[in-house]
């Protein structure tokens, strides 16, 4: 988790993902507060915000526009995200002292992950319908 900006964690119902991801953000959560030194920073408290992606439309998850206004509509991620650099950038030390997890708990699927697929590579680039990029700082 603190090797790459982006993980899957893949398996059939009930072999304990979630479980994985929550032992591992309280881990690092804990390692912050014990006062345990990385020279890269990544022992920071981390906060997980989950969703089950196959719940909601491709439109509420990454945003859309509204057919008749034309008017963009933040998405449930592109809201996430842009929360979490203005939260990364903000000077807060409260803030910029807490590290942001997405975590989508539900099955890979064509419809949502194609869009997360620069999120993930080198880039760390979230590409949104509206042509908006977003470049992931870290």
């Not at 309280?26 to 915000?49: C, F, R, S, W």
């Not at 509420?60 to 996430?80: D, F, K, R, V």
Request: hydrophobic share 35%; aromatic share 8%; charged share 25%.
């Amino acid at each position: 988790m603190i090797i790459r900006h982006g993980n899957m964690i893949v398996g059939t119902t009930g072999t304990g993902k979630t479980t994985l991801s929550r032992i591992c953000a309280k881990a690092l959560t804990q390692m912050h507060k014990d006062g345990e030194v990385d020279e890269d920073g990544m022992y920071k408290p981390v906060t997980i915000n989950a969703l089950n992606p196959k719940s909601v439309t491709r439109g509420e998850l990454y945003g859309e526009a509204n057919p008749y206004t034309n008017e963009w509509q933040e998405g449930i991620i592109s809201t996430l995200v842009k929360q979490s650099i203005e939260d990364a950038e903000s000077g807060e030390p409260e803030k910029e002292a807490k590290k942001k997890w997405v975590y989508f708990d539900g099955p890979v699927d064509a419809f949502w992950i194609e869009s997360m697929n620069t999120v993930l590579d080198d880039s760390k680039m979230l590409c949104l319908p509206n042509g908006e990029r977003i470049k992931m700082p870290y």
